[in-house]
Nanobody
Framework: QVQLVESGGGLVQAGGSLRLSCAASISRFDIYAMGWYRQAPGKQRELVARITSGGNTNYADSVKGRFTISRDNAKKTVYLQMNSLKPEDTAVYYC?????????WGQGTQVTVSS
């Protein structure tokens, strides 16, 4: 059974940093594209950052230059380094693993940025 477990969320002041981690129990982690999504109260879930199996990355315009996604295939873990956090980054952050029609989600981790 595939499991994605996020960690690293919390409360931080504006301008601060957090690093989220997502540990995956997937036998072939290396072939999956991994993504970080977020959902703020009353809003739809949105893509924050994504990294392909080959290491190509893309980011939402709102986080470009502040967030960095990376992956460690040996540890089967994907990271999201978040710098210069803003109150509007407050949301539940979800990790996702994507391969063709397969799509798995973690349970989410709360990130709260105070002004």
């Amino acid at each position: 059974q595939v499991q994605l477990v996020e960690s690293g969320g919390g409360l931080v002041q504006a301008g601060g940093s957090l690093r989220l981690s997502c540990a995956a129990s997937i036998s072939r982690f290396d072939i999956y594209a991994m993504g970080w999504y977020r959902q703020a109260p009353g809003k739809q879930r949105e893509l924050v950052a994504r990294i392909t199996s080959g290491g190509n990355t893309n980011y939402a315009d709102s986080v470009k230059g502040r967030f960095t996604i990376s992956r460690d295939n040996a540890k089967k873990t994907v990271y999201l380094q978040m710098n210069s956090l803003k109150p509007e980054d407050t949301a539940v952050y979800y990790c996702a693993a994507e391969f063709m029609r397969l799509n798995y989600w973690g349970q989410g981790t709360q990130v709260t940025v105070s002004s």
